[in-house]
């Protein structure tokens, strides 16, 4: 069976540098393209920190475009605070000599999907794929999967309602999940199971690996700040679990939903009312309800050894 051509579409970000890694050093699925997204950072630093973090990998092959700087209502409001200044933990990096397509991500979205049936993992804002959407109309049908990081049902992580993605552009998150594609949403419900600890860290150091090395550095200051915001040095591994999903089928327990994400509420703006009634049981959108955490460690653990040697 021919392995899933995928995208992913992404803000990098601590977590997503994770998801990104995890992703190219997994034979299961061909990733063709990093899109990249203002989110955590701005757009000028989610693009660097992609070429980047693909030159750490050893595919200057791949192909990073640019996209959307912004929102589609209003202005972006960074995470610097939670991923560093730099969106990977403020390491000094040498300038990355991948460059930069000329293509903007929306187009290379549309190209890729209308070559071959495509995947794409969204784990940063969604305003590309609603881009997408507007952009080629009927798009929808020719992407097979679509597995989003996103939303919360049982409380957010930038207000008491909204999850940060989502709250991010809730514009464009109300749009795609209204969109006519099969969705996988891994919301916070699902995300906060999957964490790695300082065991994990001294694991990524003690490999002996430039990556390994990158990596716990970059986690370093993201175990700190839960440390202050959760009480524990647990590093939840939000972005990974939707790589995950497509490593591993059938791993991350699913339930059948209706989502559907507020976009004028005063207290709840940027809120995913993810309803699991048994009407949705067989609803093509998804919602992860269930990792086990021991398993996906493990798996993530082998694929980050996979790289050389420094």
Request: charged share 25%; hydrophobic share 45%; with cysteine.
């Amino acid at each position: 069976m021919a392995r899933p051509r995928v995208v992913i579409d992404t803000d990098p970000g601590v977590d997503d540098a994770v998801a990104i890694l995890l992703a190219l050093a997994s034979e299961e699925i061909d990733v063709c393209a990093i899109t990249t997204v203002a989110g955590n950072v701005g757009i000028d630093k989610t693009t660097l920190n992609a070429r980047r973090l693909v030159e750490l990998a050893g595919r200057p092959d791949l192909t990073v475009a640019r996209g959307a700087a912004g929102p589609l209502v209003g202005a972006l409001d960074e995470a610097g605070e939670v991923h560093g200044l730099d969106g990977l933990g403020d390491l000094e990096w040498d300038e990355p000599g991948v460059p930069e397509a000329d293509e903007h991500a929306v187009e290379v979205l549309a190209r890729l999907a209308e070559e071959a049936p495509l995947t794409i993992v969204a784990i940063g804002p969604l305003t590309n794929l609603a881009l997408l959407q507007a952009r080629h109309p009927g798009i929808e049908s020719r992407v097979e999967r679509l597995v989003v990081m996103g939303g919360a049902s049982f409380h957010g992580n930038v207000t008491a309602a909204a999850e940060f993605n989502v709250w991010a552009d809730p514009e464009a998150a109300a749009r795609v999940m209204s969109g006519a594609w099969p969705i996988t949403l891994m919301p916070l419900d699902l995300t906060h199971q999957a964490v790695l600890n300082d065991a994990d860290l001294d694991y990524l150091r003690g490999l002996g690996t430039t990556v390994g090395e990158r990596l716990a550095g970059m986690l370093e200051p993201y175990a700190a700040f839960h440390d202050q915001w959760y009480g524990n040095r647990d590093v939840i591994m939000h972005d990974a679990t939707a790589v995950y999903e497509l490593l591993a089928p059938g791993a991350i327990e699913t339930v059948g939903a209706h989502v559907e994400v507020e976009t004028s509420g005063r207290l709840t703006r940027g809120e995913t009312v993810i309803d699991r009634r048994r009407g949705f049981a067989h609803s093509s959108t998804r919602v992860g309800t269930r990792i086990d955490n021991d398993r996906f460690v493990g798996v993530l653990r082998e694929r980050l050894a996979r790289y050389p040697l420094v």
